[in-house]
């Protein structure tokens, strides 16, 4: 074999090798993250006794998700696990010691819900949730990567803003911040990792 049938072949091995890794990359990838965080059976169960943490959890209140902008003046927090017609809820509310009606209470609600019919950001307007719908008057923005879903939290949620957003198919990411939380909330999204 001369030197330019030994350099055709190289080249096309690295051709081959680099097609194999282009093809297996995100597969590597997309098994490397679970398709949907999930609650473990404790974290059911302090759910559904609804049982306190004083003071509350930090960054990694959800296991598999890390809200990297957690605003202070937090004193407890509260795991939320809700299942219903094949969709989990999994997530973390971050409450101050205000009662509900006053307007300078903190509260965050940061949620992951897991519905396998979920690929779109038009998907969250129809999404069976029964708590933090998305059926007020709502506005697309972009915030860091994201295209999100805001709205006015309604009554159920309380005042402040409501977004929510598909981070990957199946898996929907809501956040609801109370009014003094609402400046922080674009950083509270950008720092959202699942």
Not at 40 to 64: F, L, V, Y
């Amino acid at each position: 074999m001369n030197r330019l049938q030994r350099l055709a072949a190289l080249s096309a091995t690295a051709v081959v090798a680099t097609a194999a890794t282009m093809i297996a990359g995100p597969a590597v990838h997309a098994a490397e993250r679970p398709s949907c965080p999930t609650p473990s059976k404790a974290e059911q169960k302090r759910s559904h006794n609804a049982m306190t943490d004083k003071p509350p959890r930090g960054a990694t209140a959800i296991k598999g998700v890390r809200v990297n902008h957690l605003p202070e003046g937090f004193r407890h927090g509260q795991v939320v696990v809700n299942k219903f017609n094949g969709i989990t809820e999994y997530g973390y509310q971050w409450l101050d010691d205000r009662n509900d009606m006053d307007r300078k209470r903190k509260m965050l609600w940061v949620r992951v819900v897991c519905w396998p019919k979920a690929s779109k950001l038009a998907h969250l307007r129809n999404a069976p949730l029964q708590l933090g719908t998305f059926s007020g008057d709502t506005k697309t923005v972009k915030i860091g990567s994201r295209r999100v879903i805001t709205q006015a939290g309604d009554g159920a949620l309380g005042p402040g803003r409501y977004a929510g957003w598909v981070e990957r198919e199946g898996v929907v990411v809501t956040v609801m911040a109370s009014k003094p939380l609402v400046p922080q909330l674009g950083k509270i999204i950008k720092g959202i990792k699942l």
